[in-house]
């Protein structure tokens, strides 16, 4: 048994629907705002990612990503 803490996205009331595409899309965006502005090192930017990681499947997180590196996804410089 691994003794890493299980953690969850915390509720968002900004996203009160089961579908969590646009929460993923949002904590996606602001993981890389918040670095953007407050650099590599803030630790404070982990919490999108932990939210994002755990709201978006593997398949969009690669398609936002490849979005990023190409410089076409909205709101996000690469």
Same mark, same amino acid.
């Given at each position: 048994? !691994? !003794?890493e803490a299980l953690w969850t996205a915390p509720y968002d009331a900004r996203f009160p629907n089961a579908n969590q595409t646009r929460a993923c899309w949002q904590h996606y965006k602001d993981f890389f705002k918040c670095k953007e502005v407050k650099g590599d090192g803030?630790?404070?930017c982990n919490y999108f990612k932990n939210v994002y990681e755990r709201l978006c499947d593997s398949e969009?997180?690669?398609k936002y990503d490849e979005w990023r590196e190409a410089g076409i996804f909205p709101g996000?410089?690469?």
């Open positions: 048994m !691994s !003794s803030f630790e404070a969009l997180i690669t996000v410089k690469k």
